[in-house]
């Protein structure tokens, strides 16, 4: 959550990724004392549904920070060309 709240601030990541970041945030707070209340045990079965949002989160957010820098320079430099015109 803390990630998804610095994404925000600083708007370093689409909405979309902060909104599933803060999702997965509140999901990882509540898993354990559910898992506790199934169970009376910690280290229950993980779902696969968590193990997938978390890597299409964490591949996501990869692509955006390779990406992203490539895209402010290529508007930086499209931008003289446009004012001299």
Known sequence: MAIS???VLSRTLPWTLV???FAMG???LVE???QLAINQRANG???PIDVL???VWVGAVALVLLI???W???ARASMPARAAS
Do not use: D
């Open 5 to 7: 709240l610095l994404a």
């Open 68 to 70: 992203k820098p490539i």
């Open 72 to 74: 402010g320079v290529q």
């Open 53 to 55: 949002i978390s890597l």
């Open 26 to 28: 509140g999901y990882h």
């Open 19 to 21: 909104w599933l970041g």
């Open 32 to 34: 354990t004392p559910i």
């Open 45 to 47: 079965v993980k779902g």
